[in-house]
Structure formats: C-alpha cells, structure tokens
C-alpha cells in the first residue's frame, strides 16, 4: 500500500417513519426494543441523509463531519457501529487506482465520514434514523461486507434502534428479537415500494427547533415510570403489529388509518404517563390531529391518517394523490405556513428506497 491515496463511497438512506411505534428499550447498549415496530420509508428526495465514506493510509485518526461540522466519533454508538462494521470487513482491490486493501489492514486504516442531511436534524423527522442506516451502509459498500441488508440492520440499530428499518424501501418491520445479544433484532422488508404505491406522504413541519427530550432520554424515563408503556408493550403492539401487516399486505386504507393514527395516539399517552410527563406535541399538533379526524369522519372513509414521532411535526400519509392535494388545500387554508400559526413549512412527498450513488 503507498501513502497517497484515497478510496472512497458514497450512499444516500431516506428516513422512516414508524406507524407501529418503538418506544421503550429492555437493553440500552445493545439497543433491543420492548415492542416490534412497523415504518414506512420515505423518498429521500426529500428527507435523507447523503454520507461519503473515505479511507487513506494519510489519515491519522476516524473523524466525522456532519452538516459540515466536526462531531466527536467517541460516543459508543458510534464505537459500536465501526468495530461491527470493520469486524466485517473484506479484501478490496481497485486495480485503475493500483490500491490493494487486505482484511487485516482494515483494524489499522482510519475513515473519514462526511454526512449531510437535506432536513432539520433532531427536530422529531428521524434524522438519526437515516443517520446510522446511510453510515453503516456505506461503509459496508467501502469494506466490501457480504451481510445482506438485515444482517446490516442489526448493525445500524446498534447506533439508533430506527436506523435499522431504513436499510429497506417500502414497509419494514423490527423484530424485536429475543436473544440477549441482539443477534436476532433485526429489521425485514414487509413489501417493496411498488406494493403501495398510491399513498401520499405530507410532513407538516410544524417546527424545526431541536426538540427538549430526546428520544432516548424520553424512552428511558417511559420504561422507568410509565405502566401504560408496559400495557402497550405486551398486550397491544402484539395485535396491533399483525393487525397492521395485514392491513399493508391488502392495501386496507381505513384499517391502516385506524391503526397508525391510535398507535401514534398511544404512544404520546405514554409519554404523558411517564414521570415528569413528555410533550411532543404542542397546539398546533393537536389541532391537526382534530382536523383530520373531523374531515375523516365527514368523508365517511378515511382518506388521512397521522402520526407524530417525538416532536410536534405531522406526518399525513394520504390515500391517493386526490387526498394529498385536498389535504394539502385545507391545511394550507387552515395553517398557512408562517402565518399566525406556528408552522414552517410543508415538505411533500412520496415512499421510496435506498440508493447507492457513485
Ligand atoms: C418516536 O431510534 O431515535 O421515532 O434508539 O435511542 O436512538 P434511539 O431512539 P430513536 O427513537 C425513535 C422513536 C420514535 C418512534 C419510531 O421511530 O419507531
């Protein structure tokens, strides 16, 4: 190996947003959920992370930019990812750039991370999600690891429990596993893109501000004093999660409706229950959510259901693109963005996959 030069990867990870929600850990390091989840990806168009992936014998040590600022890599999800990720590793030639990588040198050889988002980062829009999906994937596509995308899924839930369902287009679900090393807490496509391809994502950012709890601090202090968290966990999600799958697989609006938008209800009942409570949602959140149902009730059928992660944003997922269009002239009638209501802005949208560029 000479000392000059630089192999590099780059690949772009939509986020996802989870219909059947996961809150709550039973393992903090390993990051093993309490319920399985259920998301569907969105088209990274609109809401992805691009990360490029760069190792040189010249690098003196790992570092990070993320927006263009430097992040410490010494957090242990961070750690965690890499040595999963380098443990992995295989022989990479590049014969046009005469550059020979063996197994071995990967223990030894430092990367360089550059990662954008095309979103607000930590404002409820699962940035990490896409985050620890795109960093993870990307450098799998350096090292040349044979792991298929579940066995990688694994590996991005160890940086954020939602990173593993970005690895997939479509709708993924999280197997909340059983082992106690994680090893079978993965994420698995349901169907692909292409199953559902009539629903309309809308996000209305209701704000981009960073919010107060993180999610992982929220969770923790859930598990800690929520007993809604532990009802939810056994008795509900259980049910819910088949009742959802079947809904996916039939394409069944009304049931897939009913079902996201009392998950997402739940999920912020938990919050309240847990001590202090957590508010995600402000006023502008609820009224939404009172829109929408008021205008679902009134169709006879659902044509929207909503869902809100840990922020006050709304994810709108319409039946059709004639739904998305009268769903986005009553919102921008009712929350014209930036006028006498606290909204932002409206990022629109459909669901796609995930993409390896150059
Ligand atoms: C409300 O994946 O951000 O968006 O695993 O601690 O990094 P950590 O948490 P994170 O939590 C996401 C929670 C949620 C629901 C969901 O995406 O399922």
Redesign the pocket.
């Known amino acids: 190996m000479g000392e000059k030069w630089v192999l590099m990867k780059t690949a772009q990870t939509p986020t996802?947003?989870?219909v059947i929600?996961?809150?709550g850990?039973r393992d903090e390091t390993l990051?093993l959920p309490v319920n399985d989840?259920i998301?569907v990806t969105l088209d990274p168009a609109h809401l992805c992370t691009t990360t490029t992936v760069a190792v040189s014998p010249a690098f003196q040590q790992d570092r990070m930019w993320l927006n263009g600022k430097e992040i410490s890599l010494s957090g242990g999800?961070y750690q965690n990812c890499l040595r999963e990720i380098r443990k992995r590793a295989r022989e990479v030639e590049d014969k046009k750039k005469g550059i020979k990588i063996e197994k071995e040198d990967w223990e030894k050889l430092h990367l360089h991370i550059a990662s954008y988002n095309n979103f607000p980062t930590a404002a409820g829009l699962?940035s990490?999600?896409a985050g620890f999906a795109c960093l993870v994937f990307a450098l799998a596509k350096l090292m040349n690891v044979e792991e298929d995308e579940s066995q990688l899924s694994a590996i991005a839930r160890q940086?954020?429990?939602?990173?593993c369902?970005s690895l997939f287009g479509g709708f993924v679900k999280w197997i909340m596993g059983k082992e106690e090393d994680g090893s079978d807490s993965l994420a698995v496509q349901l169907v692909d893109e292409k199953h559902w391809d009539d629903l309309f994502i809308i996000i209305a950012v209701v704000s981009s501000r960073q919010k107060e709890t993180?999610?992982?601090s929220g969770?923790r202090e859930s598990v800690e004093t929520s007993l809604l968290l532990q009802h939810r966990a056994k008795e509900v999600v259980p049910k819910r999660t088949l009742q959802m799958e079947e809904a996916i697989e039939n394409r069944d609006f009304a049931s897939f409706a009913k079902l996201t938008c009392a998950d997402s209800n739940q999920?912020h009942a938990v919050c309240l229950d847990t001590s202090p409570p957590i508010f995600y949602m402000n006023d502008t959140s609820h009224r939404i959510i009172s829109h929408v149902e008021k205008w679902n009730r009134s169709e006879g059928s659902p044509q929207v259901a909503y869902t809100f992660?840990?922020g006050p944003n709304a994810v709108l997922i319409a039946r059709d693109r004639k739904a998305a269009a009268q769903l986005l002239k009553r919102l921008l009638f009712s929350f014209p963005p930036n006028f006498d209501t606290d909204l932002d802005s409206y990022i629109i949208g459909d669901k796609t996959i995930l993409k390896e560029a150059g």
């Open positions: 996802n947003i989870a929600k996961y809150w850990k990051i989840s998301s999800r699962a990490s999600a940086g954020s429990g939602s990173a369902r993180s999610s992982t969770m999920f992660d840990a």
